[in-house]
């Protein structure tokens, strides 16, 4: 079992920054890729990044590319999503996931991993 918890969120205002956390535990959580999604109300939920624990590669979704980051702390077991120049339609509920080692399928918009964090509110006011 993987436990993942979210951190980092509130209210900015546009063109501003912040940077999600999300801790991981649970025995295996090390098999498995960890990324991050949102759901803005009346949205469909979408898949923004993925990181394996080893290794380089990493997968940013083209709509936040350029401006999110995905990031590992090995040694703190968590992962980063960076958020520079917010806009207000980044406004969502951003959750970490862990899930399949294979960064391709994240790209997809029907994959929904296997384990959830609780969610955290991100606003961005104009």
């Known amino acids: 079992q993987v436990q993942l918890v979210e951190s980092g969120g509130g209210l900015v205002q546009a063109g501003g920054s912040l940077r999600l956390s999300c801790a991981a535990s649970?025995?295996?959580?090390?098999?498995?890729?960890v990324g991050w999604f949102r759901q803005a109300p009346g949205k469909e939920r979408e898949s923004l990044a993925a990181?394996?624990?080893?290794?380089?590669?990493?997968y940013t979704a083209d709509s936040v590319k350029g401006r999110f980051t995905i990031s590992r702390d090995n040694a703190k077991g968590t992962v980063y999503l960076q958020m520079n120049s917010l806009k207000p339609e980044d406004t969502a509920v951003y959750y970490c996931?862990?899930?399949?080692?294979?960064?391709?399928?994240?790209?997809?918009?029907?994959?929904?991993?296997?384990?959830w964090g609780q969610g955290t509110q991100v606003t961005v006011s104009s």
């Open positions: 996931a862990a899930g399949s080692l294979s960064l391709g399928l994240w790209t997809r918009s029907s994959y929904r991993p296997d384990y």
């Open positions: 990181i394996r624990w080893s290794g380089l590669n990493t």
């Open positions: 649970g025995g295996t959580y090390s098999a498995y890729a």
